[in-house]
C-alpha cells in the first residue's frame, strides 16, 4: 500500500498511524514537521573517512534550474501577499487553501478561469518559468489545466521493490520531511522505497539521499521539470 504525505497548511499537524505492514506496506505516515519518538540522525556513518560528511538538513539549498521548467499546480493569492504555487494537495474549503514556492512575475489578467472569494484568487494551471532555488518566475502564459493536456508521467518504481526494512522506511521518511519542510511536496512509503517529490532537483538531491541513506533507499523525482 503507498501512503503519501502532502506538505503545507494541509498537513501542519503532525500525525503518526502505526499498522502492521510488512516492507512495502503502510507502517507509519508522518503528517508534519515533527519526528517520531525513537527517529535517530541517520545510519551509522560507515563511509570512507576521506569522504566529506553528508550537509546537515540545514545546510541544504535547492538547487536551481538552469533552463527554463514547466509545471502544474494550483496558483493562490491572499489578498497583496506574492502569490503561491502550491504543487500537492489543496484543502477543499472556499476558498481553498495550499502553500507552496512564491511566484514571481505572475499576472491574473494573463490567467484564465481563475476564481475569487473571500480575498483570496486562486486557479489551477500548467506554468513555465524559471526556479532559481527559492521562488518561481513566470514567464510563459498559463494554461487552465480544464485545458490541458497533463505531462506524461514515468513512475520510477515501476517493476521494482525495494529491500528496506518497513520500521527503517518510517523512520527515513519521518526524518527527511522534517528536515526538509518546503521543499518537499510529497512523500510517502511505496514498494519498499521512501517515494519523495521535491520542488526541483537536477539530480544534486537524488545524490544526496544516495550518500545518506544508500542507494535503492529514498526515489526523488521532481514537480518542475524542464519544459520542453
Excluded at 490567467?111 to 514567464?139: I, L
Amino acid at each position: 500500500m503507498t501512503r503519501l504525505v502532502h506538505v503545507g497548511i494541509l498537513v501542519l499537524a503532525a500525525v503518526l498511524l502505526s499498522g502492521c505492514g510488512t516492507d512495502g506496506s503502510a507502517g507509519a505516515v508522518v503528517g508534519g514537521p515533527a519526528t517520531s519518538p525513537g527517529a535517530t540522525a541517520g545510519p551509522p556513518d560507515t563511509a570512507d573517512p576521506a569522504t566529506p560528511p553528508v550537509p546537515a538538513p540545514g545546510d541544504f539549498a535547492p538547487p536551481p534550474a538552469e533552463g527554463p521548467v514547466a509545471g502544474q499546480g494550483t496558483v493562490l493569492q491572499i489578498g497583496d501577499a506574492p502569490p503561491q504555487l502550491c504543487l500537492a494537495g489543496v484543502a477543499e474549503s472556499y476558498p481553498p487553501q495550499c502553500s507552496g514556492p512564491e511566484v514571481a512575475g505572475w499576472d491574473w489578467g494573463l490567467a484564465q478561469q481563475a476564481e475569487r472569494a473571500s480575498g483570496v484568487t486562486w486557479g489551477a494551471y500548467a506554468v513555465t518559468g524559471t526556479w532559481d532555488g527559492s521562488a518561481f518566475t513566470r514567464t510563459g502564459i498559463p494554461v487552465p489545466l480544464s485545458l490541458y493536456d497533463a505531462l506524461p508521467f514515468e513512475d520510477p518504481l515501476a517493476g521494482r521493490q525495494g529491500t528496506t526494512d518497513q520500521q527503517e522506511l518510517d523512520r527515513i521518511l519521518t526524518e527527511v520531511y522534517a528536515g526538509h519542510e518546503g521543499y518537499a511536496v510529497t512523500a510517502g512509503v511505496d514498494r519498499g522505497f521512501v517515494s519523495l517529490t521535491v520542488v526541483y532537483d537536477d539530480g544534486s538531491f537524488q545524490t544526496r539521499m544516495d550518500a545518506e541513506y544508500g542507494p535503492d533507499v529514498v526515489v526523488v523525482q521532481s514537480a518542475l521539470r524542464p519544459a520542453t
